[in-house]
């Protein structure tokens, strides 16, 4: 039902989205102007993904999501009521178009997330991809429907039609009941700190990491076709609206195509050789939107666009899912849709600059040859590479022992972990516990720290602090069985036991 819902509401948004890249043409032709269609599109992505990341974590996802689609809905409406009365200027459209995207924005991490609710991990790639498929129907459809509505019924038709196309996503959340989410004894993170541990995780997540940059060096140059396609449709091509809706289709058609044959290419190309194939189709379907002077050649590159773009999104999605543990999954997504968009808004303002200085064509050629380029220079980092990791909480750490009840804001509070071993393991026990000393900045950890004593060989003390008290009993909730492996290894070298851990709370010596 929500899968239903959603490719309807995408076909209304890309209607929308259509009309308004075409309306924007006829209101100011320079292609700075009509990028900044797309980057109004793209920015509150990037500007409030996190801090909606951190919400979808901490607060009710089904009701957060009921609002958020509310919101959109009414935002539209007012959208096609000023489209209605002929009071859209380019700045009115800009500005409508940004707050339409803000509603879009704090919800999408929160459907990331919602995603492995609805199906099982071991069916969460084909979901992805179905996701993927369902988006790029919508893809397919609602460019072709709202050019053809824009020629047929007026540039206001395919506005109305996205004011309500979300209705069977609000009956769909309204009729879901999802399962209960881990219960924790310990209260909901604030949202401020929610935020700041959400983007320490993603620093210190290797898997998340890599992701980041592999999709940095893909969006930056994918964004030049999509910022100014409407000029090639309009100013290369001389054409109406209804074929640059077919274009926006025809990407849409090339990526649902695309889907049918993706299991089989990533089989047998793996993630990072098919998000590198994905790339150099990009980079060929950028060159040819650039040469582009019919609409058999402009065609022909959407349909190479299309079926480039969803191998590429498919990979980093999947990637970016299957990095994560459940407790900061909305804020990791987050993370990753704010470099999605940050990427898609930066691109198409370089890019729509580019193109009122030197042309759309010469412009479009500069992205293409900037996608091969950027493929050996992130290559090191690797895709996926988190999907073999059990993120599932061990909870195997101790509860602290205290004398008294700790006030949970009381900090910040060191921990100092002692190890004995013996000198002759010096070096692998070293390199044991720095791969584990990430782990400890990803859960909340910060100014760690190892000492070696000078008078004792084989003794190390392992140091680090958390803001607060509350903090530190969180890190004993987030502890993966992944990490308790880690530890495991970094405890074979010890000599008696068991190392000894201490807490230490900060206090003041004021009064």
């Not at 809706?245 to 299991?263: E, K, M, Q, Y």
């Not at 044991?432 to 720290?449: I, M």
């Not at 003794?459 to 680090?464: A, G, P, S």
């Not at 004993?476 to 070298?493: K, N, S």
Request: glycine share 10%; with cysteine; hydrophobic share 50%.
């Amino acid at each position: 039902m929500i899968w239903a819902g959603t490719v309807v509401s995408n076909i209304g948004g890309w209607m929308s989205s259509a009309a308004s890249g075409w309306l924007m043409t006829s209101l100011d032709s320079s292609p700075l102007i009509v990028a900044l269609v797309q980057v109004a599109t793209s920015a509150p992505m990037f500007l409030l993904a996190i801090p909606a990341g951190a919400l979808s974590d901490i607060v009710d996802r089904r009701r957060f999501l009921l609002g958020g689609e509310l919101l959109i809905m009414v935002t539209s409406v007012v959208f096609a009521v000023l489209v209605a009365r002929h009071l859209i200027t380019p700045g009115s459209l800009l500005l409508m178009t940004f707050i339409v995207s803000v509603g879009s924005a704090m919800t999408a991490p929160a459907w990331q997330s919602v995603v492995t609710v609805l199906v099982p991990k071991q069916d969460l790639p084909p979901a992805i991809a179905l996701n993927s498929a369902g988006v790029n129907v919508s893809r397919a459809i609602g460019p072709a429907l709202g050019g053809l509505a824009a020629s047929a019924l007026g540039i206001t038709a395919p506005f109305w039609f996205d004011a309500f196309s979300n209705a069977g996503v609000i009956a769909g959340l309204l009729s879901w009941r999802p399962p209960a989410r881990d219960r924790t004894r310990l209260p909901p993170e604030r949202f401020g700190a929610a935020i700041v541990a959400g983007i320490r995780h993603a620093r210190y997540n290797p898997h998340l990491t890599a992701t980041l940059v592999r999709a940095a060096a893909f969006f930056l140059f994918a964004s030049a076709y999509w910022a100014l396609l409407p000029l090639v449709a309009r100013q290369q091509i001389d054409s109406s609206p209804a074929l640059y809706g077919v274009l926006l289709g025809s990407i849409g058609a090339g990526a649902v195509g695309g889907a049918f044959i993706l299991p089989w290419l990533t089989d047998r190309l793996g993630a990072d050789r098919l998000l590198a194939s994905g790339t150099v189709g990009t980079a060929v379907a950028t060159a040819l939107f650039g040469m582009s002077r019919t609409p058999a050649i402009a065609l022909a590159a959407s349909l190479l666009a299309g079926v480039s773009w969803i191998a590429s999104l498919s990979s980093l999605n999947v990637s970016a899912q299957v990095a994560l543990p459940e407790w900061v999954r909305g804020r990791g997504l987050a993370v990753f849709v704010s470099v999605f968009f940050g990427c898609m808004s930066l691109g198409s303002v370089f890019w729509g600059e580019a193109g009122a200085l030197a042309g759309v064509s010469p412009a479009l050629l500069v992205a293409a040859a900037g996608a091969v380029v950027a493929i050996p220079l992130s290559w090191r980092w690797k895709l996926q590479t988190g999907a073999g990791v059990d993120f599932s909480p061990s909870m195997h750490w101790p509860a602290p022992i205290t004398t008294h009840e700790v006030e949970q804001d009381r900090g910040p509070v060191l921990v100092t972990v002692e190890y004995r071993i013996d000198p002759k393991n010096r070096a692998p026990f070293l390199r044991a516990l720095g791969r584990y000393a990430r782990e400890r900045r990803r859960d909340g950890a910060y100014e760690w720290g190892l000492f070696e004593d000078p008078a004792q060989e084989g003794r190390f003390v392992e140091t680090f602090l958390t803001d607060s008290w509350l903090e530190h009993l969180r890190a004993h909730e987030r502890v993966t069985r992944a990490d308790r492996m880690l530890e495991q290894i970094v405890w074979r070298f010890l000599l008696d036991g068991p190392p000894k851990t201490t807490h230490l709370i900060g206090v003041s010596t004021a009064g």
